[in-house]
């Protein structure tokens, strides 16, 4: 392992590589003015929501076009969206800084950010929730395809500030268009993209339709398709600890004479090639329309997505030695063969409007409602076994201030209400509702090479288990403060100061029974307190020499962190987890360059380099339950204006800071290359990607994920892709 003092001398380089040299310094600022003073930020054709035209973050704040308290966002438009392309959206933005994913099956992946999961990390559609269950538990869908993403916003550190108490490791938001955003040109606009990979067997499809129906109103029709067969790996499906204590599980089942047994453990243990029931098929359906007018728009959608896809089960699960009788046997073996899959259903309805409100004190009203009815079906063979739904219901507005050279801002309140109930043998959480209601502010000041910013977001949750009789209610608050410096045009300084508190899940405080999905017997704990941290960011971004690079080191401290802690007890026949509450602390570097390295008429080489580092430790010196190891990225990215190749070598560092009843996980290097072709030159919207991932065919499995020991990453996987705007 690679200690802090390493990690931070590695950082001191890192800054050194990413500045150039003077003589295109120089040359980069002068571009840089030219282009700040050509372009004007608020006439873009979404409405400043974007990525500004230099590559810097524009995030998706109102009023607000750079928020450094924001420090490590990063952005993935359509082109790198295209090039990770993925079934969940956590398994598309593993190639950046800071960010992992749970990966629990193909089927289900969460994103991973700074080393936190679950209920500190929010994933977002254009600012609102997803309303779905994957916070509750790894094994759990995300409802968004990417296949239908415009722009993916990565918001990391204090983005808790924007999106709720829920984000104390950071958000994810993803904009789509099925509100849509501007009227076409055209007479018809369309974008569609279709996809085939070998380690999945997929074949995928996605596209959208505008329509315009006036020089006012537009339509918006958009759906996907996709189907998987079974994980493909490179060695054997469980790791070696696991195959070690399956094996020995082997030889005991045959010392007692239970031979066919026995032959079960060792092929479980001897499973190579695939992991079996991970295949999936997904579809989703949107429609919407808007009506805009300048900077006046209102417009709806409904959507609906479909899900069924395997939960591989954990090898040698349900099996016994004999001890309890020829009808426990009988359960057993009947247990350890079952076959868990999961078909989910959601219908959801979205409303936007904004209004202008002229040259007063606000400039713009912005209003954004959500509906969801979601539904989740655990199936245990041809059996319904548990049923988890969910209807919720979130509003959040937001008043931008009048600019000036000084003074910028937004204020804004939001409101999210849930009411979840399960049904089944495995209906581990208690029926219950959660009621928030929150209002925030974000205010940036000075308009020199030194600027300051402040934040500030007050929430007020009830979460209520009618059946179990108890009712919580949490006042938490938190706030940041930050000062950014600009030693030269186009490179920002700075450090954030932030004090975050969440209230506890209902997961959290009312979980208590055994979860087939993960195999786990969940106990949580209603007397929980709420959770705070504070924190202290440094950071150097910008653009120089048309090299651009980011680098922050980051450190919380928790008090009454929040977590979820093998106990290394059994009931049910099932592992018992339990929530837990303690002191921790989080400190993580995480950094990005890209770098021209060679500039010619018809050819250009583009180096890139990423760093993720985070060690997280409880008050005892225990270590925080799956933490990334340290990943780095390589890449060197040949351009012409027809086509793009790009080859990438990523290291995964082995794993040993474990928690109790932790497995570490080995080392391992994946290399990538892919081709992107634009075959029109007069629509560089037609891309023709052709790749191949993990090209030496190597085992490794991510640490962040609950499965490791039996989910390894895909095998070699040849890769196509085309995508299409028109």
């Known amino acids: 392992m690679i200690n802090r003092v390493s990690l931070l001398a590695l950082a001191g380089a890192f800054v050194v590589t990413s500045f150039p040299s003077s003589a295109m310094a120089q040359e980069g600022d002068e571009q840089g003015q030219d282009a700040q003073a050509n372009q004007d930020p608020i006439e873009d054709d979404l409405h400043d929501r974007r990525v500004d035209y230099q590559g810097n973050i524009m995030v998706s704040a109102t009023g607000l076009r750079q928020l450094d308290v924001l420090a490590g966002t990063s952005v993935l438009e359509i082109g790198e969206i295209q090039r990770n392309l993925a079934g969940q959206i956590g398994d598309v933005l593993v190639k950046l800084p800071g960010v992992s994913a749970t990966g629990f099956a193909p089927g289900a992946s969460r994103p991973v950010l700074r080393g936190f999961q679950g209920e500190r ?54 904009i789509d268009k099925r509100i849509p955003l501007r009227v076409p040109d055209e007479p018809v606009h369309i974008d569609g993209i279709v996809s085939w990979n070998s380690a999945y067997d997929l074949a995928e499809g996605g596209a959208s339709v505008d329509l315009p129906l006036s020089d006012r109103v537009v339509a918006h029709f958009s759906g996907s398709w996709r189907d998987t067969n079974d994980l493909e790996i490179a060695g054997f499906a469980v790791g070696p600890e696991l195959r070690a204590e399956l094996l020995e599980e082997a ?350 008429d018809s050819l250009s080489l583009l180096g890139d380099l990423r760093v993720s580092y985070v060690e997280a430790e409880l008050d005892d010196g225990s270590h925080v339950p799956r933490p990334p190891p340290l990943e780095l990225l390589a890449a060197v990215e040949a351009q012409t204006d027809a086509f793009d190749i790009r080859a990438e070598v990523q290291y995964f560092d082995d794993q040993d800071s474990v928690a109790s009843f932790e497995t570490p996980t080995d080392s391992f290097t994946l290399v990538n290359l892919s081709a992107s072709l634009r075959p029109l030159p007069d629509n560089d919207g037609v891309t023709l990607l052709v790749g191949a991932d993990n090209i030496f065919d190597v085992t490794g499995s991510r640490h962040a994920s609950f499965t490791k020991d039996f989910v390894p990453l895909a095998g070699r996987n040849f890769k196509a892709s085309l995508r299409f705007s028109f």
Not at 329 to 351: N, P, S
Not at 546 to 570: H, P
């Open 121 to 174: 990390v929010r994933v977002l559609v254009d600012g609102l929730s997803t309303s779905d269950v994957s916070n509750t538990s790894v094994d759990h869908a995300t409802t968004i395809d990417p296949l239908t993403a415009e722009r993916i916003e990565v918001l990391r550190g204090p983005a808790v500030l924007l999106y709720g108490s829920q984000a104390i490791g950071g958000a994810v938001n993803v």
């Open 251 to 600: 030889a005991e089942e045959e010392d007692e004479g239970e031979l066919e047994e026995a032959e079960e453990l060792r092929e479980a243990a001897n499973q190579r090639g695939i992991v079996l029931n991970t295949g999936s098929r997904t579809w989703t359906a949107n429609a919407g329309l808007a009506f805009i007018d300048g900077e006046n728009s209102l417009g709806f959608a409904v959507g609906w997505y479909d899900t069924d896809y395997g939960v591989p089960g954990r090898p040698g699960a349900g099996h016994h030695h004999g001890e309890e009788g020829e009808e426990g046997e009988e359960e057993g073996e009947e247990e350890g063969e079952e076959i868990v899959t999961i078909g989910l259903e959601q219908f959801r309805g979205d409303l936007r409007g904004e209004l202008g409100l002229g040259d007063g004190f606000f400039s713009k009203l912005v209003t954004r409602l959500g509906y969801s009815d979601y539904t989740h079906t655990e199936f245990e063979g041809d059996e319904v076994g548990t049923v988890f739904d969910s209807e919720s219901f979130e509003a959040r507005i937001e008043l931008a201030q009048k600019e000036t050279e000084a003074w910028r801002g937004s204020i804004g309140a939001q409101y999210f209400y849930r009411d979840f109930f399960a049904v089944g043998e495995e209906a581990y959480v208690a029926p219950n509702t959660t009621d928030q209601f929150a209002v925030f502010t974000l205010q940036e000041f000075g308009s020199g090479p030194v600027q300051f910013e402040a934040a500030a977001r007050f929430e007020v949750t009830d979460v209520e288990s009618e059946p179990l009789g108890i009712s919580r209610n949490f006042d938490s608050f938190s706030g940041a403060i930050g000062v950014a410096y600009e030693p030269t045009p186009g490179i920002r300084t700075g450090v954030n100061l932030s004090r975050a508190e969440r209230a506890p899940a209902a997961e959290e405080l009312f979980s208590d029974g055994p979860h087939i999905a993960t195999q786990a017997f969940e106990i949580g704990d209603p007397t929980f307190d709420t959770e705070s941290a504070i924190g202290v960011e440094a950071y150097v971004r910008g653009e120089s020499g048309g090299a651009t690079f980011s680098l922050a080191v980051f450190q919380n401290w928790f008090d009454d962190y929040i977590y979820l802690m093998e106990t290394g007890l059994e009931e049910d026949d099932l592992p018992v987890f339990q929530y837990l509450q303690d002191v921790a602390d989080y400190f993580g570097i995480e950094g990005s360059v890209s770098l021209p390295l060679y500039r010619g």
